[in-house]
């Protein structure tokens, strides 16, 4: 795999960021019904992510003749706002912040969103949160604004069982607590 340079590194970063800070997470009329947040909840960070879903070629469960590229687990890093680095996020689905505090969620509700190139938003409940830092209180995530990610749709047959497929994507995730 090709790596990039830090200067091309800054200025791929750059980009992204401008894209993302032109359409920051998108506004309560733009979310579908079925990923709004309580009311009784408010909104404690915002992160834009830029990495990867990562995808494995399995046999079908439903029939193990057919194979098909099964999600395994994202890889991202999260920028706050102003492109500072403030965490990662990986398999679980698990959000770190820097400071050491971590949030697991699990999907409540998803919406295919607007871009049918891209992975679905999301609306995620808070399964574990660790005891202090940023994330310590979070209840709810949101998964917005995605652009990439979707499985391949091809490649994945009985020679390739077991490769894997790293799909570039961004997003906005943000992450609510008890309060209005």
């Known amino acids: 795999m090709k790596t990039l340079d830090r200067p091309a590194l800054a200025v791929s970063l750059a980009a992204f960021l401008s894209v993302c800070a032109g359409s920051t997470a998108a506004t309560a009329a733009e979310v579908p019904a079925a990923l709004k947040i309580p009311a009784d909840q408010k909104l404690s960070l915002e992160a834009l992510a830029k990495g990867v879903q990562v995808y494995e070629c399995k046999a079908s469960k439903a029939d193990p003749k057919v194979f098909e590229w ?24 698990t ?56 499985a391949p749709g091809t490649g994945c047959d009985a020679a390739h069982a077991g490769s894997e497929a790293r799909v570039p994507y961004t997003a906005v995730y943000d992450f609510f607590v008890a309060g209005k």
């Open 70 to 93: 099964a999600f395994k687990a994202p890889e991202a890093e999260l920028f706050d706002l102003k492109g500072a680095r403030i965490g990662k996020h990986f398999a679980g689905p």
């Open 95 to 150: 959000w770190e912040l820097t400071d050491g505090s971590k949030v697991v969620g699990s999907v409540k509700a998803k919406d295919d969103g607007p871009d049918p190139g891209a992975i679905p938003w999301l609306l995620l409940g808070a399964t574990s949160t660790s005891d202090t830092g940023a994330f310590g209180r979070t209840l709810s995530i949101q998964r917005l604004e995605t652009k990439g990610g979707k």
